[in-house]
């Protein structure tokens, strides 16, 4: 059974950063793709970076691109986000998800994903 958990989440500053762990576990993620969507109070569900477990081709959605850095460690099966120069507009809650075989066209649908984490808080607030 897969399960997702991620930390890392707080309150910071406007032009700080902060940076979320997911830790993956119940199988092998070779052939997955690992993803950071995001849930603003009410708004939809908004993807933000994702990453190929194996060879590790990144994708960024335009809002983050030269702010935030998706990588993994798969020694401790584990994905980051590093998250820099933080907005207000970056305040939600995070979510790690992941899924196999996701073609590049639909990294970026929420629905292509099949295992999800509860979510960490993350507010950018002076």
């Known amino acids: 059974q897969v399960q997702l958990v991620e930390s890392g989440g707080g309150l910071v500053q406007p032009g700080y950063s902060l940076t979320l762990a997911c830790a993956a576990s119940?199988?092998?993620?070779?052939?997955?793709?690992m993803a950071w969507f995001r849930q603003a109070p009410g708004s939809e569900r908004e993807w933000v970076a994702a990453?190929?477990?194996?060879?590790?081709?990144?994708y960024y959605a335009d809002s983050v691109k030269g702010r935030f850095t998706i990588s993994r460690d798969s020694a401790k099966n584990t994905v980051y986000l590093q998250m820099n120069s933080l907005k207000p507009e970056d305040t939600g809650v995070y979510y790690c998800a992941t899924a196999y075989g996701v073609i590049t066209s639909s990294t970026y649908y929420a629905r292509s994903y099949h295992y999800w984490g509860q979510g960490t808080q993350v507010t950018v607030s002076s």
């Open positions: 119940g199988r092998t993620f070779s052939g997955h793709t």
């Open positions: 990453i190929r477990w194996s060879g590790g081709t990144t």
